[in-house]
């Protein structure tokens, strides 16, 4: 006959009270607490690479706290569980319970350190969080210095423990429920997960647990209370990044959409004179690397200061957007758009040769003329003069808009509602130039 025994909290017991199983019996017992056991660390693993995991990611203190607790559980249950005989035999007996005794000190310790920690400041008052924190203190220095002691007055020093371990949790208990009264999210999270180890940890003080899962039920249920406290946390620690992200994403989106506006014009929604500056740099950069044509149109209504006068400007305003909406659908990767300011649009296009290019001038006119603007102007035509540059390929936006700007002159000049066409030469140019620095530096 076989017998396996194990002694717990000897030196506090004035009786030892043992009980006796069957081969049989016991084999199943320790397969069961076996795998009992080993499930609450496995999830108690999990829990604290995800924190530690967590804390690196988005750096903050309460994941790294809560990942320090749930490794501190994990090597607690390893002790008691006395799966590190396998590997440290000569620590069987009172060391292995000290072991124990100091580290269930030091995990209350970081437990709420971890939810002190994670409360804002402006949830919690001043005096509640330092409280927590001396209690917390306490128990440590007094806990762990304990659970080394063979002598002397351990059960009145444990007496006091046991008050200052109570009064740690009241005052945690107290930082939550004030955060979570003030609308703290991160206090409802640790609502959830502290109920269950506090329920545990008060039932196990007024009810013998130690008779249920075969003579293991205060310590199973202590690591199945850790193991949930730790996998809420890490779900509620999930869900508040990805809020976080969420928020960073529409914040980004926010500002996205702000600087967007800040280069459209409100009235045309095209874009305006800064967001066109912006858009004729890649345009020209394509022309020049495919050696492709480029062209500015500046586009003028004729007249327009006297359908202000006469209509009124909010007529005015009703003949800029119908223009706009005319011209808009151009707008490509080889053409770009834009209200430049007042009456005046503008738009540059690559890609288009001689005759096309002049062709599309032209239709853009007539399509302009032949814009119905409904009962703003009544039956008023509305035309527009076009000054058009072109270049062949190198050409700057400001040599291509003083170009273009002469061309616009002139089709006003020369009775307006007309397109006129200007080429600026940029190889002639450039050789002149080289010509001139050759010249200078003979």
Not at 69 to 98: D, E, K, N, Y
Not at 227 to 239: E, F, I, K
Not at 241 to 270: F, K, N, V
Request: charged letters at 20%.
């Amino acid at each position: 006959m076989g017998v396996t025994m194990r002694f717990d909290k000897v030196a506090s017991a004035n009786l030892l009270r043992m009980r006796l199983v069957g081969r049989g019996e016991e084999s199943t017992q320790t397969t069961g607490l076996a795998t009992s056991i080993g499930a609450a660390l496995v999830l108690l693993l999990a829990g604290a690479i995800y924190n530690a995991s967590l804390a690196v990611a988005v750096r903050r203190q309460f994941s790294a706290w809560q990942a320090a607790w749930a490794s501190c559980m994990i090597v607690w249950g390893a002790c008691w569980s006395q799966l590190h005989l396998f590997f440290f035999p000569g620590m069987a007996g009172a060391v292995s319970a000290q072991i124990c005794t100091g580290l269930s000190c030091l995990a209350i310790s970081l437990a709420t350190l971890s939810a002190v920690t994670a409360l804002d400041e402006g949830y919690v008052s001043r005096w509640a969080r330092r409280a927590a924190l001396v209690l917390t203190g306490c128990v440590a220095l007094l806990g762990v210095p304990l659970s080394f002691m063979r002598s002397g007055p351990i059960d009145a020093l444990a007496g006091v423990l046991g008050i200052l371990v109570l009064a740690n949790l009241l005052a945690v208990a107290f930082c939550i429920a004030q955060a979570w009264r003030r609308g703290s999210h991160e206090a409802r999270s640790f609502a959830g997960a502290w109920s269950v180890p506090m329920v545990v940890l008060g039932s196990i003080e007024f009810i013998d647990t130690n008779t249920m899962f075969w003579g293991g039920g205060s310590q199973i249920l202590i690591l199945f209370a850790a193991a949930w406290q730790t996998l809420w946390l890490s779900v509620a620690a999930s869900r508040s990044h990805a809020r976080l992200r969420i928020e960073r994403d529409m914040a980004r989106q926010a500002e996205a959409q702000a600087q967007e506006l800040a280069r459209r014009d409100s009235l045309t929604g095209l874009p305006n004179r800064r967001g066109f500056i912006e858009r004729v740099g890649t345009v020209l950069e394509q022309s020049q690397q495919q050696g492709a044509t480029v062209a500015l149109l500046l586009i003028d209504v004729d007249w327009f200061k006297s359908i202000n006068d006469v209509y009124g400007h909010e007529a005015g305003d009703v003949v800029l957007a119908t223009i706009a909406r005319q011209i808009g659908p151009h707008e490509s990767r080889t053409c770009t758009v834009a209200r430049l300011g007042g009456e005046e649009f503008a738009m540059m296009v690559a890609g288009l040769e001689d005759f096309a290019l002049k062709r599309f001038a032209e239709d853009v006119r007539r399509e302009i003329a032949a814009c119905d603007h409904g009962e703003a102007i009544g039956r008023r035509n509305v035309t527009v003069s076009i000054g058009l540059a072109k270049a062949a390929t190198g050409a700057d936006f400001r040599s291509l808009y003083r170009l273009a700007d002469e061309a616009l002159y002139d089709a006003k000049r020369q009775g307006r509602d007309q397109v006129v066409v200007r080429t600026l030469d940029v190889l002639v140019s450039s050789a002149a130039e080289d010509i001139e620095r050759a010249a200078l530096g003979s």
